[in-house]
């Protein structure tokens, strides 16, 4: 009896996702867009420190290696191939125009990644936003646990002057885990009271 292998059939939805040039949460409304690979390396440090200059930079960078890379590959097949040809064309002369599109600079990519993180397009319709959140709210304490302000994190804030942030409250746990964390106008105990009462829920 012959053997009947059943092949994997992908909905529409799949292979639209699976085959576009960038993740569905970072399909914002605008003109440029990060492909797949350097938006899930970006993933990694974004949410935890503002390392948006240093992203902007390895995006730069890697650019400037691939037009190395161009340049060389075409030097030398040009030397392997053309060595006996005369009469190389001349570089092309510049019309006094220039490149209106260019990389990303560090606010535009800190600036996107906190829109994709609020962006409910993906399979499950849960932002990263609100992922976080309830990973941190189910984050709790049965032994010890220690708080503190931190001054630091807040000069990293989107919008810190709209939002008037001054510190950060955090309690840590016995496990290493934060189980809160909120922005306070002031070290002052009326300020994060609120949030207090809720950690203690």
Known sequence: MPTVIKS????P????????????????PKNSHTGKVETQVFDLPMPACGNRDLCSCLLHNATN????EK??????FHEANCSGIS???????????FVTAHLPLGDSIRDS????????????????????AREIQSVGSALIFAQDH?????????QK???GANALWDAGTDTGEIACAVLVPSTKTRDFAHAAQQLSN
């Open 65 to 68: 290696r691939s037009c190395s």
């Open 113 to 132: 990644c906190d829109k994709a993180c609020s962006n409910r397009n993906n399979p499950w319709l849960t932002s990263d936003h609100d992922r976080h």
């Open 71 to 76: 340049v060389e590959n075409h030097c030398s």
């Open 8 to 11: 994997c059939v992908k909905s």
């Open 13 to 28: 939805a799949v292979l639209a996702r699976c085959s576009h040039v960038m993740e569905t949460k970072c399909a914002l």
């Open 161 to 163: 002057k709209g939002s």
């Open 150 to 158: 931190t001054h630091e994190v807040a000069k990293n804030c989107f």
């Open 87 to 97: 009469g190389i064309k001349p570089c092309i002369e510049k019309d006094s125009s």
